[in-house]
Structure formats: C-alpha cells, structure tokens
C-alpha cells in the first residue's frame, strides 16, 4: 500500500519561506533582547540562542552585527503601525506612519508619535545609535534611513498641504521643505531627551512643530491633553 506523505505548510511553500521565517524569528529576538535591555545588549550569541539557531545560521541572515539591529528597527516600526493603528486616538495605516488626515487633525498624529517615542526609549535610542552611521552608504543603516526620511517627508509634507487648504498652517511655506525641518526638529529633540531627559518630548515636539507650520503654540497642550486622556482611558479600558 502507498504511503501517503502530509507537507507542512512550510514544506509547501519552499525552502524561502523557511529561511524568511528563520530570519523573522531572529529579528525577532533581538528586539526582545533590546526592549529588556537596550540594544547594547545585543550580541550575536544571545539572540542565536534565544531564536534557537546558531551564530552560523544567523551570520548568514545578518552579516553583521548592525544588520541585525537595522532588522530590529524595522519590525520595531511595524509594530508601531500595528499597535497605532488599532489605537483609539489614531487613525494610522502604512508604516510607519500612513496618516489618514481626514479623520485625524495634525496636532494629535504628532502628538500620538511624539507620546509613542517618549514612552519607547528603547527604540529611540536604538533610531539615534544607528543614524550616526547612516551617512556611511555601505552601512546597512543607510538604506533603512533613506527609506525612512523619504517616507516621513513624503507624509509631513502632505498634511502640510492638507493643512494649507484649510487655513491651518501659512500659505507661503513650502511643504517638502517645512517636512524636512520637522523631521529635523524631531530628530534632534529626541536625541537631547536621551542625554537629558528633563522635558516633555511630547510638548516640545508639538510647539516646535505648531511654530514651523505657522500655527497658534496656545492650542498646543490642549491636544496633547486630549491625546494622554484618551490613552490612558484606553488603557484601563
């Protein structure tokens, strides 16, 4: 009689699936070492064992160390995405950002970013360490951060034209280049907070942005009130 053989559903899908599930679970597992310990705790030995692989499999996912951490990076983002997205004070959809302008006013999405990265200092620390090295084009942070400031400016700019055509933020401004500041703004405040973490991230992101879009700063700590209210009764929901 012949025997029938029953494939896994990785068996069906090929030895990529394998290997892509392989590479997951070490990202994976880096990212849990990090948000325990921070990525200075990452080291090749630990995540190969805590992802139940070898320093040689995971070498050949990850040629080096900082690949590793960019991969953690990245499924950092998409947990943001997923997590805001279901969030109640958030409209979000693409990572990492994917605003929905329509049904979510500019002061609370940068108001819900800004609380995300201050209650996240892990990852924070990790975006900081690694853009350092970003300017480096044969560094493997360098393609993340290219990916991510175009997206980001891409995503500013257009709430700053959404903003425009409602009389919210000044007509004269260019959108691409006031993203661009944004970005920067934000960049930088992130990387004083970690150094000296005795101001409201939060509130200091929303005003510097309100001030480069030509916005009313008063109108600031309203929104991120709301926003923390919201967040809190969500979570005790």
């Known amino acids: 009689m012949a025997t029938v053989r029953v494939m896994s559903e990785t068996q069906r899908r090929g030895p990529y699936a394998k290997s892509a599930e392989r590479r997951a679970a070490l990202a994976t597992a880096a990212l849990d070492v990090i948000k325990q310990s921070g990525h200075q705790a990452v080291t090749t030995s630990v995540v190969a064992r805590s992802a139940g692989a070898s320093e040689r499999t995971l070498f050949y996912h990850f040629p080096t160390r900082d690949h590793l951490l960019v991969a953690a990076l990245e499924l950092a983002d998409q947990e943001s ?5 279901s969030a109640p004070w958030a409209t979000v959809g693409v990572p990492p950002y994917g ?3 329509h049904s979510m006013t500019f002061e609370r999405i940068v108001a819900t970013l800004a609380l995300r990265d201050a209650e996240r200092p892990w990852k924070v620390r990790l975006a ?16 993340y951060f290219v990916r991510h400031n175009a997206y980001a400016t891409d995503q500013f700019a257009r709430l700053m034209v959404m903003m425009q055509r409602r009389g919210d933020a000044h007509p004269d401004l260019d959108p691409v ?3 661009r500041r944004l970005i920067a703004v934000w960049d930088g405040l992130q990387a004083q907070w ?3 973490p005795d101001f409201d991230l939060a509130v200091e992101v929303q005003e510097s942005f309100r ?3 030509g916005q009313n700063v008063m109108a600031v700590r309203q929104a991120i009130d709301e926003v923390m209210a919201m967040a809190a ?4 929901a």
């Open 99 to 101: 605003f929905d302008p």
């Open 128 to 143: 900081v360490a690694l853009s350092a090295y970003a300017q480096d084009p044969d560094h493997p942070a360098h393609d």
């Open 177 to 179: 280049r006031v993203a």
């Open 81 to 85: 995405s997923v997590a805001m997205k």
């Open 194 to 196: 970690l150094v000296t």
């Open 233 to 236: 009764e969500a979570r005790t």
């Open 211 to 213: 001030q480069l879009t």
